[in-house]
């Protein structure tokens, strides 16, 4: 099944959405129940303005929703199905393998690439 430039462009930008790290974090802390920003910083460590961006983002894509209770607003996953077909999809990750070397990683970054490498 062959698929047009504008279903693959969309998917494409879906599949950018979810693969960030951060959202995924908070998508799958989510999945366990509604929470408030301050209940997803704890939950996964992240900073308050990095969950605050985040869910923005989710929210405009439509991913997730937010209900007020009282001075609370509590975020939820509009579609938790979502989050199950990518637990679903995760069963792959055992199959596959990263072509990214281990290395040990000093600041300054640029320390680490091959150039500096060979003058050091």
Known sequence: MVQD????????EFLSILGEKSR????FALHEA????????????????????????????????????????????????LVDDLLKLSKHLENYSSQEEDFDFKWPPWRNCKFFKDFS
Do not use: C, M, W
């Not at 939950?43 to 990095?50: A, E, F, H, I």
């Open 5 to 12: 430039d504008k279903f693959i462009d969309a998917f494409a």
């Open 24 to 27: 995924l974090q908070i998508l």
């Open 34 to 81: 509604p929470r408030s920003v301050k209940e997803i910083v704890k939950v996964t460590g992240l900073s308050q303005p990095l969950v605050s961006f985040h869910l923005k983002t989710l929210r405009e894509r439509g991913l997730v929703g937010t209900e007020r209770k009282k001075t609370f607003a509590y975020n939820y996953i509009i579609d938790k199905e």
